[in-house]
């Protein structure tokens, strides 16, 4: 009689160990959706070795203020496999490089006028200073990433698949310091 016990826990725990080893596979081999922001200068963010940080979040906004007018220009971006799309673009005023010929966005924020896009970009190079305030907005994160890295940096936005071990490599963006403080 306790042949049986014994042969049916080893059934057990043999079925529990294939299961968990199926999972394991599939989270070492599965691939995850992201957006990664990399600094080009080397640098890194917070003056760190961390050069790369990523959102899983498949919408972001970019946020600055115009050099020149002094007015808060936003570019609204999806995650599109693997590209960006620019679906809309909001600005307080009108300057040199405006896109006055695009259609009038179907939702129009208060104080600001917007413009339907929908240009796709394999990646978005943006160079940043503390002079335009830039930001990335995405979920419920606002990231300063103005206050990240030395003025006129060169910030990479790529969309990526990330597999587990990128993943436990690289951190979440919102988890950085935005202040520049450690």
Same mark, same amino acid.
């Given at each position: ?23 394991? !596979? ?16 080397? !640098? ?72 339907? !896009? ?38 990479? !936005? ?25």
């Amino acid at each position: 009689m306790s042949k049986l016990p014994s042969r049916y826990l080893w059934g057990v725990t043999g079925v529990a160990l294939s299961v968990a080893l199926v999972f394991l !596979i599939i989270g070492i081999t599965s691939r995850l959706s992201v957006i990664e922001v990399s600094v080009e200068d080397g !640098i890194g963010l917070n003056g760190s070795d961390q050069q790369v940080c990523y959102f899983v979040e498949p919408e972001f906004q970019l946020r600055w203020m115009h050099s020149v007018e002094k007015q808060w220009w936003e570019e609204q971006y999806q995650r599109n496999d693997d590209a960006l799309l620019l679906t809309t673009t909001y600005f307080e005023a009108f300057g040199a490089g405006t896109p006055s010929t695009e259609a009038l966005a179907t939702v129009q924020k208060p104080g600001y006028l917007g413009y339907q !896009i929908n240009e796709s970009l394999p990646n978005l190079d943006w160079v940043v200073s503390r002079l335009t305030k830039g930001e990335i907005n995405y979920g419920d994160h606002q990231i300063l990433i103005h206050q990240w890295v030395p003025d006129y940096s060169t910030i990479i !936005i790529t969309p990526k698949a990330y597999g587990l071990v990128d993943r436990l490599k690289k951190d979440f963006c919102h988890e950085l310091s935005s202040d520049g403080s450690e």
